[in-house]
């Protein structure tokens, strides 16, 4: 089995979003998705009963990891993870224990930036992720790509020696998939084919 978590520093910065689409695309793949919520708000796990209303689309395993311990059902292929906000120091080895891919999410601003590299530092400490146990790329969340402070966060990233993988435009499709419990590749193509577009390196480097 397969684990992907996503994990940041500060709240906010669309863990959430990228778990749920993430789980979304590999079960419409036909892999078998848990999804843990370690998060209190438990975003991800309202996200997964709006998607009981509907018919004819994967089921996504639910874990409360707040309240219950993580174990996705038996043949599994993938389990993907919502770490909570605010994770420091020996929490960050205890997160990352079974952890083979972990993906940060940053946003286009300078109190977020900041946040981000007070967090790789204690991140690139860690046991797994020094022994390269675990692999990390970053993707930039609610972009606008004409924007300078975009463009500051590009060059940010570019200095950093994890990979900058891709970035995923500020849209208003995620706000609408996620009120429905769907992930943007459920919606009609014509309206997110520009948001689409963007995931592709993300799901190439997960190949890897």
Request: glycine letters at 10%; charged letters at 25%.
């Given at each position: 089995m397969r684990t992907i978590m996503l994990m940041n520093a500060k709240?906010?910065?669309?863990?959430?979003?990228i778990a749920t689409n993430l789980a979304t695309w590999y079960a419409d793949e036909g892999k078998?998705?848990?999804?843990?919520?370690f998060d209190t708000q438990q975003s991800t796990i309202d996200w997964l009963e709006a998607r009981k209303d509907?018919?004819?689309i994967p089921d996504i395993q639910a874990i409360n990891a707040v309240?219950?311990?993580?174990?996705?059902?038996?043949?599994?292929?993938?389990?993907i993870m919502d770490a909570p906000a605010g994770v420091h120091g020996k929490a960050i080895n205890k997160m990352l224990l079974r952890v083979d891919t972990l993906i940060l999410p940053v946003l286009p601003s300078p109190i977020d930036m900041r946040a981000c590299s007070r967090f790789l530092t204690e991140l690139l400490s860690s046991g797994r992720v020094s022994k390269n146990q675990t692999r990390i790329g970053i993707v930039a969340n609610r972009a606008k790509e004409q924007t300078r402070i975009y463009h500051?966060?590009?060059?940010?990233?570019?200095?950093?020696?994890?990979?900058?993988?891709t970035h995923?435009?500020?849209?208003?499709?995620?706000?609408r998939s996620a009120e429905k419990g769907l992930?943007?590749?459920e919606?009609?193509?014509s309206q997110v084919y520009k948001d689409v577009i963007l995931w592709d390196p993300l799901f190439k480097w997960l190949k890897v």
């Open positions: 709240g906010g910065c669309g863990k959430t979003t078998k998705v848990a999804l843990a919520d509907y018919e004819g309240n219950e311990p993580v174990r996705p059902a038996k043949g599994t292929d993938l389990l500051d966060l590009e060059t940010y990233l570019g200095h950093l020696k994890i990979p900058f993988i995923l435009r500020e849209s208003q499709n995620y706000i992930a943007i590749f919606l009609a193509p």
